[in-house]
Structure formats: structure tokens, C-alpha cells
């Protein structure tokens, strides 16, 4: 199964994206989502992640206050709204999920997202 995340594109330095990140065939509400990036030369980055339920999330202290991930359980899709973006930004986003039903906290560690892993989606930040 692979969640597959959309919405990346071109914008420019101030601007606004929002990505989704939906599964191919299988539900993922019980299952914590991480939203993770990897730019060109650096390793894959924790960007920020949500419980099964919504109810906790976390940041990476580079985005927060700028980023927001939010989940619709009914729709079985998981967001990531980015404001403000900059040029530090700029990476390939991915979105994977923790096979452990409904754990009580936000898995922040790459490692810990077990499935779920696709093509990710480009994000380009430049004027």
C-alpha cells in the first residue's frame, strides 16, 4: 500500500501550497501520518505528523507557526497546509504512515512510519 501525496508546485517566496496525502486502497484512520521532505544533497527531514485521531500533532521547529497538518478520517485523507513558504522549503514531500493502531503519540522518526512510502511531490519555493 502506498499513500500517495499531491499538491506540490511552484510558488513563490511568502506563498501558500496545501498537500494531501491519501492511501491506494486501504484506510489509514487508525494509523498516525507523518509528513516528511528531502532536499537535494540532505537526508529525508521530519516535517510534522498527526495522530490516528487528530488530537496531537507535532512540528519540526523550522516550520511551525508556518505549517499546519490536519486529517479528515471520513475522507481518509491527511493535509499539510504550508504557509509562508520559503526557499529553504523547497524538497520533495512525503507522506507515510505508522502500521501500530491508534498510538497515543506523534511518531517523529522516519523509522517509526513503516508503510506507505511513494513518489512524494515536488515543492519548489523560488522567485
Known amino acids: 500500500v502506498q499513500l500517495q501525496a499531491s499538491g506540490g508546485g511552484l510558488v513563490q517566496p511568502g506563498g501558500s501550497l496545501r498537500l494531501s496525502c491519501a492511501p491506494s486502497?486501504?484506510?489509514?484512520?487508525?494509523?498516525?501520518i507523518g509528513w516528511f521532505r528531502q532536499a537535494p544533497g540532505k537526508g529525508r527531514e521530519f516535517v510534522a505528523g498527526?495522530?490516528?485521531?487528530?488530537?496531537?500533532?507535532d512540528y519540526a521547529y523550522s516550520v511551525k507557526g508556518r505549517f499546519t497538518i490536519s486529517r479528515d478520517n471520513a475522507k481518509n485523507t491527511v493535509f499539510l497546509q504550508m504557509n509562508n513558504l520559503q526557499p529553504e522549503d523547497a524538497a520533495v514531500y512525503y507522506c507515510?504512515?505508522?502500521?501500530?493502531?491508534?498510538?497515543?503519540?506523534?511518531?517523529?522518526?522516519?523509522?517509526?512510519?513503516?508503510?506507505?512510502w511513494g513518489q512524494g511531490t515536488q515543492v519548489t519555493v523560488s522567485s
Open positions: 507515510a504512515a505508522d502500521s501500530r493502531a491508534m498510538r497515543s503519540e506523534v511518531p517523529v522518526t522516519a523509522t517509526m512510519y513503516d508503510y506507505g
Open positions: 486502497g486501504r484506510a489509514i484512520k487508525w494509523s498516525a
Open positions: 498527526t495522530t490516528w485521531n487528530g488530537v496531537k500533532t
